[in-house]
């Protein structure tokens, strides 16, 4: 019960956070999946920034990305599951009491009511209705084909990217409206599982961390933090029970090789 009770507290870091960087490794496919999911978000948000044909190529090229991982995967029913099991532990932190932060508590549990019910609301297949549309449908189909949307290609999508900026833009938006939902929780979710956990600072023997799990605890992802300036990353691998660390050199041209130092680094191994 304590690692409930730590939980939206300070945390103490090994550095200031602009000079960190974070390896994130999921301890199950759920969590795997939204962390992908993740990156495509964020990677959809830089290139909308952008005002050029190249710009709106990525964003397109990523939109296909992020249709895939739907139709691969029911993400609604998955997302609703989390949504439910962290309904569940935040409302026993908040019997609990004691230590912790009932204002971003109560927040969170109203953030997640909130999404919830709207996903629960939604009807037919997250973005159904872009693969409906027969130039999308007509991108998607020649996207994984190295080079397969040049203009000889697909004549309708050069015609499009040169369309005004502004109708460009706005039919983005309108492809990209349909995962925004999914989206938040998946940002709520993660946000949740990677705060509420204490980190520890430990240290690798010649480049090598392993620590073993109560697998009982639902652990959902391990992090490692260490300085940007460090000429290292860190390697994870392993599963519910147990995890290894390996800090990893890389040479230019030459292929990466462990680390003999004796590294402090900063773990967060995520509950719930």
């Known amino acids: 019960m ?15 956070l602009n000079d960190l960087i974070v390896y994130e490794f999921p301890l199950n496919e759920r969590i795997r999946l939204f962390i992908r999911l993740e990156q495509l978000f964020a990677q959809l948000d830089h290139f909308m ?14 939109l296909v990305d992020i249709v895939g991982v739907f139709n691969r995967n029911d993400l609604k029913a ?12 935040l409302n026993k932190m908040a019997r609990l009491g004691a ?3 009932q204002e971003k508590l109560t927040s969170i549990l109203s953030r997640l009511e909130v999404v919830g019910k709207q996903l629960y609301g939604t009807s037919g297949k997250v973005g159904h209705s872009l693969m409906e549309n027969e130039l999308f449908k007509a991108i998607s189909q020649r996207n994984n084909l190295p080079g397969g949307t040049c203009s000889f290609d697909s004549p309708a999508y050069h015609h499009w990217l040169r369309t005004d900026e502004k109708i460009r833009l706005e039919e983005l938006n309108l492809w990209i409206e349909p995962f925004l939902l999914i989206r938040t929780a998946i940002e709520i979710l993660l946000n949740f599982i990677r705060t509420c956990a204490k980190p520890s600072i430990e240290q690798s023997t010649s480049g090598f961390f392993q620590k073993a799990l109560d697998f009982s605890l639902p652990y959902q992802l391990v992090r490692v ?12 691998s392993g599963g519910k029970h147990r995890f290894t660390i390996r800090f990893m050199q890389r040479e230019s041209m030459e292929r990466s090789t462990q680390s003999m130092e004796n590294i402090q680094f900063q773990l967060t191994c995520c509950l719930f």
Do not use: C, F, K, N
């Not at 304590?2 to 200031?16: E, K, N, P, Y």
């Not at 920034?49 to 990523?62: E, N, Y």
């Not at 998955?78 to 532990?89: F, G, H, K, P, Y």
């Not at 933090?225 to 994870?236: G, L, Q, R």
């Open 2 to 16: 304590l690692a409930l009770v730590g939980i939206l507290m300070a945390r103490s870091g090994i550095h200031s």
């Open 49 to 62: 920034q952008g005002s050029t044909i190249w710009d709106t190529r990525v964003v397109v090229s990523t």
């Open 78 to 89: 998955e997302t609703l599951q989390e949504i439910d099991r962290q309904s569940a532990v």
């Open 99 to 101: 230590g912790v932060d």
């Open 225 to 236: 933090t260490i300085p940007e300036s460090v000429p290292y990353y860190a390697e994870i």
